[in-house]
């Protein structure tokens, strides 16, 4: 075989190559299709007014499982852009969602309003609202609390009573999040352990 004859028979096997790869990926479901359908954030469920019966609805992180009415000054609850609803007891756990539906975009994220007098914190736009990242006081589900604020004046107020303490947005509490989510992880196995052992030894 000459060197064009090879070149063209290398040419056109390659061009035959290139289009059955083409149709096999045509042919392949997409990474946020199978997850859609097989993933782990499959189980969220649409809900247009999730302000409503909220707890009724969400009663426990799903990723937790501990009782979000509890934990209303922490709480937190993600409405993506197909109105499927995460709830969550913290910004700890609302981290695990957003991590988990990386294909979902964030429409609205709410949290409980850790300043408002009411026993149950309300639910506020996170947009609107103001983090308080205070490493001396103990967060929910993590060493380092981050409470949102609805009024910055409280917000302000919180930090000032806080050494070190500082203010920041959703965006840099969820980084903060983030951050410490390996240490929180880590101290959370542990101490999960510690109690199912102690269970496990009184039904002896």
Known sequence: MNRRDFILTTSTGAIFAAGGARAEMA???????????????RFLQVDTAPLENEFEKYPRCPYCGMMRKAWSHSRHLIVYD??????TCSIHCA????????????KTIYAGDAGAEAE???????????????????GTMSKVSKWAYADAAKAEAAAAEAEGAKLVGFDDALREAFAGMAEDTIAIR???????????????
Not at 82 to 87: M, N, Q
Not at 120 to 138: G, H, R, W
Not at 190 to 204: G, H
Request: aromatic share 4%; no cysteine; net charge negative.
């Open 27 to 41: 042919k392949m479901q997409m990474p946020w299709e199978w997850t859609g359908e097989n993933g782990l954030a």
């Open 95 to 106: 981290g695990i969602s957003l991590s988990l539906n990386m294909d979902r975009g964030p």
């Open 120 to 138: 149950i914190k309300p639910l506020v736009d996170t947009a609107e609202m103001t983090y308080v990242i205070n490493s001396a006081q103990m």
């Open 82 to 87: 197909d109105d499927s609803v995460d709830a």
């Open 190 to 204: 542990m101490r999960r352990a510690e109690k199912r052992a102690k269970a496990a030894a009184a039904s002896e």
